[in-house]
């Protein structure tokens, strides 16, 4: 149950990003960014949760440890290559490089 509703929030989330780099409105930008970190915020406590319910005891410590370093390594590798592409292309690139973002947990 916990997964559905991630995945369908995921799908939302999609879209206010959309919202964000198609409407050029700066309050409504500002909402769904909102409501994009708001919803976000919890998932991945949720998820290390539920990784802790489904897997055997005795892989519970090593596969959080494996999650952990995983999200962090997309925490520091993804800002990288946001920041890679905007040098070259300029900052109007970040939105089309942050909306397939959206879609590499889910």
């Known amino acids: ?14 879209s206010l990003e959309l919202v964000v780099w198609l409407v050029p409105n700066l309050y409504v930008g500002a909402i769904a960014v909102s409501f994009v970190g708001f919803f976000l915020g919890p998932i991945y406590p949720i998820l290390m949760n539920h990784a802790g319910r489904v897997l055997p005891p005795d892989l519970i410590s090593g ?15 993804f800002p990288f290559i946001a920041g890679a592409v905007a040098s070259k292309e300029g900052i109007g690139s970040l939105q089309p490089v942050c909306v397939p973002l959206h879609n590499c947990p889910g």
């Open 1 to 14: 149950f916990v997964c559905m509703g991630l995945y369908w929030m995921n799908d939302r989330l999609h």
């Open 63 to 77: 596969s959080i440890g494996w999650i952990a370093s995983w999200g962090a390594a997309g925490a520091a590798v």
